[in-house]
């Protein structure tokens, strides 16, 4: 039994859809099929999920929505029309898209929401309409029908644990049901969606409460690359992750899987492949719990910028009992989220993503550093980058950190900071952003180029 999740490029258009029809025929195990939101059909198109929020927009600054709704309600009838659907199901459609407009503004906190899931929510009415028109037995089924029930987080919604149990309920459907991703329902009835790129949640969460065999994850490329093509040219496909190492290079920059949707599907154990709509027999990559087979030591490279790291010295800040827990507590207070914390002995660095340090923030840390922690020196480093090399086996491999730093030298990349966890899946370097890209191929040439293997 499988639970497939299509994105947004696979469900753009009519011919999208043609291909997504032989998928699920092809097939008798994929009984779950999880949507998103049409996406744009070339570079210049707009996203369902985009134009929703122009319409939001519209509609709380009390303009004219009109041309919003008839943009969107246009959009689903070109696919309509070009497969050949009765237009009772856009009636439907439109109907939805026009009784948002309806919505009471004032003390509703879930409008964006509900504004933002009706891409989704739409998009599988119409493809439940397509399956049957063309012999599969399928049935468009709400999240809150299904069992999809979150917690009252607007824009940030997580599964409630007792969900799992109605979920498993669908197992005794003879139809393909087919679910809406991005978004579920609170206790009290409202739409409430996961955090953008949620459709990918929405399918791992189905697969952990069906009990999947297989979570299909079906995308635009032909799995997950070693490193970024736009950085790389060509880099080799990935055959399989476990889903620690999927975990670290998400991270990092691997935007292919929204990093949050391997939770439900890692701890209900449920191998996930994440396969290319537009060429489904190639194997794609799988992500599993443990390898089948030894591996190369290191399995991926990725790389982020927009990073800074408040740099900390104080003479004996070793021997100061709580000194760690004072800084992180300033941290805490202003709400800011940190990402790693190298050290040394009278050394503390604090990395964080750059839009968690406001000028207002950045000053009352110095303030609070200097005067009541009495630092000696304290300065904030800018344009940072973090370049991740990432495999479980690399624990069990002599030299991998030489080859990296070393790789890097013959560049002359100065490498301002290494981490590495004790699980030792990972080994993150800082750099400065202007290097990011020629560390990058540099370390991919020094372990995947095939004369440079460990």
Not at 98 to 110: C, K, M, R, S, Y
Not at 243 to 264: K, T
Not at 396 to 422: R, Y
């Amino acid at each position: 039994m499988k639970v497939i999740k299509f994105g947004g490029s696979s469900l753009a258009s009519a011919q999208q859809l043609k291909k997504v029809l032989d998928i699920v025929k092809a097939d008798a195990e994929r009984r779950f099929v999880v949507v998103s939101a049409p996406g744009k059909r070339n570079a210049e198109d707009t996203k369902v999920t985009d134009a929703l929020i122009r319409y939001y927009r519209s509609y709380t600054d009390d303009a004219d929505v009109s041309a919003d709704q008839n943009w969107i309600i246009d959009r689903y009838k070109s696919i309509i029309d070009e497969l050949g659907l009765s237009h009772s199901i856009l009636d439907k459609i439109a109907a939805a898209i026009t009784e948002l407009a309806t919505l009471p503004i004032e003390g509703n906190d879930f409008l964006y929401d509900t504004f933002l899931a009706a891409g989704e929510d739409n998009n599988a009415k119409l493809i439940a309409a397509y399956f049957r028109q063309n012999g599969v037995p399928a049935r468009y089924m709400h999240p809150g029908k299904a069992g999809i029930i979150v917690s009252s987080e607007p824009g940030n919604a997580r599964i409630l644990p007792g969900s799992y149990d109605k979920l498993e309920e669908l197992c005794d459907s003879d139809e393909v049901l087919v679910i809406p991703g991005f978004f579920g329902v609170t206790v009290d009835n409202q739409i409430c969606t996961f955090s953008r790129g949620g459709s990918d949640i929405s399918g791992s969460i189905v697969a952990a409460g069906v009990k999947a065999d297989l979570y299909e994850n079906f995308t635009d490329v032909d799995g997950i690359f070693a490193a970024h093509p736009g950085v790389v040219h060509k880099p080799h496909s990935i055959k399989e992750l476990t889903y620690r190492e999927m975990r670290e290079l998400a991270y990092a920059g691997f935007s292919v899987l929204h990093d949050e949707a391997l939770i439900p599907a890692y701890r209900g154990r449920i191998p996930l492949v994440i396969k290319n709509t537009n060429n489904p027999n190639h194997p794609g990559t799988r992500i599993v719990l443990q390898h089948s087979h030894q591996e190369t030591p290191v399995v991926g490279i990725s790389g982020d910028d927009k990073f800074v790291s408040i740099n900390i010295s104080k003479y004996l800040m070793n021997r100061e009992v709580g000194f760690g827990r004072k800084v992180l507590q300033i941290l805490e207070e202003l709400n800011i989220r940190w990402e790693h914390i190298p050290t040394g002995i009278d050394d503390m660095s604090i990395v964080l993503r750059e839009r968690e340090l406001t000028p207002i923030k950045e000053q009352e840390i110095m303030t609070q550093l200097t005067r009541n922690l009495g630092v000696d020196e304290v300065e904030i480093e800018r344009d940072l980058s973090i370049i991740m090399i990432v495999g479980e086996n690399m624990k069990n491999q002599v030299g991998v950190m030489s080859t990296a730093t070393k790789a890097m030298s013959d560049k002359n990349i100065n490498i301002e900071m290494i981490s590495q966890g004790s699980s030792e899946v990972s080994v993150m370097f800082v750099i400065k952003s202007e290097q990011e890209k020629s560390a990058v191929r540099a370390i991919y040439k020094a372990f995947f180029e095939k004369d440079n293997l460990v």
